[in-house]
């Protein structure tokens, strides 16, 4: 597979292969809506997305026109003369009478459609944010630059060099954008002031999708090491590391309640995941850590030696059962590595 798209009101999960096979299903029960191939030769097929009206669906290949296909009549129209957005966060069209500085893409006359053929023939990723109202593009993959441009005054408001970009995705706020790299790295930006406030590390191999976890601050990334990893944002940290696929994860998506997400791969296979086990994981992944962070220099005062120390977590009556199991865990952790 190789991208995923959910209709605006998330009833409907669309796929797509590289060969223009598009498959659609009702998110609820799995069923298999209806499949079709898309009756164009191209030599790969590469994005799909839905409009707001939730019956159009964009199909765009690497190279070429896009196409747009009304799912209620099976017809299908050839771009450039869509007016509709690839994606269902892309602004409407406005007037913008300042002209953009050199260089910028110019998105005064049609918002939409500048950005169609940005992502099909200039650009290599495009990310839009409804919040803030900016668009980032990336102009090449190796070496990348990275601008943020302002959506309703086409200002640049920001640039970086970076040494790739494999794929980038703001996150809720509109602030921090998120760009993947082919070292498997996610450079975490703030547009503002330009600053990296972090690099993500984790997964081994090129990092092929990025999207949110709405209401979590939280990223989820898929790679070509066949993981699908998810980072708190307030902490950088990796959260979960989720394995199931046998190939390339090539896309993610979440419904905007934060509670589903689905992952498509080269292996032919979209899989679900609820994720509401997956916030509770990582709520009590916080937990553990502010406890046992809490509880460092209390361990630090302990006797040396196992024993010692364990009889002295057992006589201390003010820690709560919880409390207790951590400290031991984390004496366990202390008497490995003194062993080490």
Known sequence: MSDLALSPDTAILAALDTSGAVTLWDTRSGVQIAAWRMPYERSKWRQVGFLPDGVQLVVIPESGNSFLVDLLSGRVRVG????????????AATQHPA???????????????????????????????????????SLKRAPATVRVI????????????????????????????????????????????????????????????????PGQDRLISGSDDRTIRLWDLRTWQEVLDLRGHRDTVTSVVATPDGQTMFSSSGDYTVRRWDARPLAQLAARRDEYLRIAERLQARLDALPDGPNAAAAGLEADRSLTPRERQIALQLQIGRTVLRAD
């Open 80 to 91: 450039p003369d869509i007016t509709g957005s690839v994606f269902r966060s892309l602004p």
């Open 150 to 213: 302002d959506l309703d005054s086409n200002e640049l408001l920001q640039q970086w060099s970076l040494p790739s970009c494999k794929r980038m995705q703001f996150l809720e706020d509109g602030q921090r954008l998120a760009v993947a790299t082919r070292e498997g790295e996610i450079h975490v930006l703030d547009v503002d002031s330009g600053r990296m406030l972090a690099t993500l590390r984790g997964h081994t191999a090129d990092i092929e999708c990025l999207a949110t976890l």
């Open 99 to 137: 002209k953009p500085p050199d260089g910028a893409l110019d998105l005064r006359d049609d918002v939409e459609l500048a950005l169609i053929r940005a992502c099909n023939r200039a650009l290599w990723q495009i990310s839009v944010s409804e919040v803030a109202r900016r668009a980032a593009v």
